[in-house]
């Protein structure tokens, strides 16, 4: 405990100067960090290689192990969106609003930089690397508490990233990583109030459930991805069949792939199958409600191609599940109404789309589905700091408060008033 | 805890309504609201008995039993200020961005209600009207937990502004107020993630502890201020004079009041005895470190009308304490620097003032002091909403997340993104 206070106080102090940081001086900072980490790829590489053994003789699945990996190639990546990150606009002395009261007395509200950022994350190395870099562009110091399967990538990057600071006169604190791994010391990470500012876990939905449930820190949830797409009467099925393939099958591992499918009645026997058939071209299995069932199995008897072996009863908690794999429930309703109700009961307030070619259909759904991002026409998996136009991201934020949706380096600011008087009193 | 749960199902579908209601709509049901409140203002004066007469069985203190206290006028106060709400503009729907990828997928970013807002309080009823009219005009339904002490007066308050909105064709359950007074309801009420989207303490430092450390719903921290003036190198003495006497006791119970000076060594013997002297004339004792003793001790030799009996020693802990008294805390120190060193120590980084004939020290001070407010050449009095211009506040954040200072209608919303497409698939 002692420890994690003492690095919290270098924390505070890395982000008194970062604050005073100018722009060129960060992107110095940024690209000399960038090349030292491909001058010290080697050592990078055999840090990692202990991780790797470790994980093989823990039995790591092999999908664990690649995004474990580190080679030379991901290592220029790691720089490279490090360099990404220092050519992105500074978003630190932002004025976003400035009035004159009757008083007299001049009122600015600027953006600044939140201070001390917190972030626990899974066994993926590089967001050693892009979680600094985002933290640091935008003025903050950050305290890293990644997984205990790449402690030493995570420990390599580290060191790499803060010798470049020191060695460039910049403060290294910038940039800590908690190196225990127990139960304890996470916990008490979570409630170092007055140190750090924002905690944002990356990572599985049982993660961020364990810090929302223990942080007495400000948190701010990210991830959690029970993605919905709702047909609508007279939608385009031929642009349905494409957006759900894509939504749910371009990569299935990620928050914003979509997982299930909400239905409206009308269309049950006509897009519903088409877009089930063109799922199988990569074995996904459906759980269809009792409705959705008679009709892909109406279906089914008329097209052989329709195989009946991938499509199964849903039940209760089917519409509650994040599967993360070829899966996805299928729900009948017979309104925008009732898909929005649906929707809202069900929904991780992530991103769901409508298609549908009724506009007042979309406006309606655009604004009572309780998401971050909601859709009209387009596959869910847009939820994305990169496809936003965002450059770089640190999450995709479910929470409501602060940041909702994809975080780039702005939602890693705050802002405070400055007021200049002239001697007024109240 | 299934009551306390039914109350979140009810706040939850309120929120879904209040989510569609268009402005004229919602400044209807206040002006109902302020309406009901003026024409049952017996039946609330009634309730208000049964506390004052419990209060004063208790030996409530008369500060307080006056804070309590409801009359016809204050009666019409609160319905003034539902007036007052109503006439504000409404954030909800605004579109803050707006742009269109390469892609062709438009993107708007619209502020939105938060959903359902908790508001945990201490004694004063007016605070139940005040917290629904400003959750209400920005969409939102409140649950509120009021103080044992003025249960009886929320309850009336409660039921009258209920009443209105029903009977005008609106969710009763906008406002719904927790009556159970046990701690176990107020821990419960913490943690009702799902129903709640943010919770907001009023109240002493003491309440406001207890919910961030209990509650696993995100909470805006409002309120403690430990607010410093700091008398810069060349200030001048009479803005300085005026500042402080107004900082310090215009009004001693406020968490924007002044409660530390700090002082640059070059204006010990000239500024800080001329505005001791004018702070005593309503006997605030100063609690000076050893070197300012040392030039007030030498000062009133000098001059016998300053009052050594009201200048005493400060310890460590002085510095630390939000006095809300007629006491102030003095540190000197020997640059702008130093004093900004000091005050991120010990602040609670709500309001902070430096006076100063010097812009490029008040520019340093202004971006280094981390705090909510920070002032050149005012008074710290005006981190209010309504001396900013917002029309209504809801409370001061002193976090650093989502809302940072006066919080008016605004910053009772969130953002989500609307994005039209036209069968985009990545």
């Excluded at 007299?104 to 066994?123: F, Q, S, T």
């Excluded at 499918?261 to 071209?281: F, N």
Aim: proline share 3%.
């Amino acid at each position: 405990m002692e420890q994690l206070t003492e690095l919290g106080m270098r924390a505070r102090r890395a982000a008194f100067s970062l604050n005073s940081l100018t722009t060129e001086e960060k992107n110095r900072a940024l690209m000399a960090s960038a090349d030292a980490l491909e001058a010290h790829a080697q050592e990078i590489i055999r840090a990692n290689r202990t991780d790797i053994e470790n994980g093989r003789a823990k039995n790591m699945s092999e999908g664990l192990l690649d995004r474990l990996l580190l080679n030379e190639e991901r290592i220029h990546g790691m720089a490279e969106a490090v360099r990404g990150v220092a050519s992105l606009p500074d978003p630190v002395g932002d004025v976003l609003e400035e009035w004159t009261r009757p008083n007299g007395l001049r009122l600015r509200k600027v953006r600044v930089p939140i201070g001390v950022v917190g972030i626990i994350y899974e066994a993926r190395p590089n967001v050693t690397s892009d979680a600094f870099s985002i933290a640091f562009k935008s003025g903050n110091a950050v305290i890293l508490k990644g997984g205990s399967d790449a402690i030493y990538s995570n420990g390599a990057v580290a060191d790499v990233i803060r010798g470049a600071l020191s060695e460039n006169g910049f403060p290294e604190d910038a940039l800590l990583l908690i190196r225990s791994t127990d139960h304890e010391t996470t916990t008490r990470f979570m409630q170092m109030n007055g140190y750090v500012d924002v905690l944002i876990p990356r990572g599985s939905a049982r993660l961020i459930q364990a810090v929302v449930r223990n942080s007495t820190v400000p948190v701010i949830e990210t991830g959690a991805g029970n993605c919905h797409i709702y047909l609508d009467e007279g939608c385009d099925a031929e642009m349905a069949k494409a957006i759900i393939f894509n939504a749910k099958t371009q990569r299935i591992g990620v928050c914003n792939a979509a997982e299930s499918l909400v239905v409206h009645r009308s269309v049950l026997d006509t897009v519903l199958p088409a877009a089930v058939k063109k799922l199988q071209e990569k074995n996904v299995i459906v759980y269809a409600d009792e409705e959705a069932y008679g009709a892909l199995t109406k279906a089914a008897a008329a097209d052989p191609a329709l195989k009946l072996s991938l499509i199964e009863r849903a039940a209760e908690e089917d519409f509650g599940t994040e599967y993360l794999d070829y899966k996805m429930s299928v729900k009948t309703v017979g309104s925008v109404e009732e898909a929005i109700g649906h929707i809202n009961r069900y929904s991780t307030k992530h991103s769901e789309t409508i298609l549908t070619p009724d506009e007042a259909h979309a406006r309606l759904f655009q604004n009572a589905v309780d998401s971050a991002c909601v859709y009209w026409n387009a596959s869910t998996r847009f939820t994305d700091g990169g496809e936003f136009g965002f450059g770089a991201e640190i999450g995709i934020s479910t929470a409501k408060l602060h940041a909702r949706g994809p975080m780039g380096l702005r939602e890693l600011t705050t802002t405070k008033y400055q007021i200049d008087g002239t001697g007024q009193v109240r």
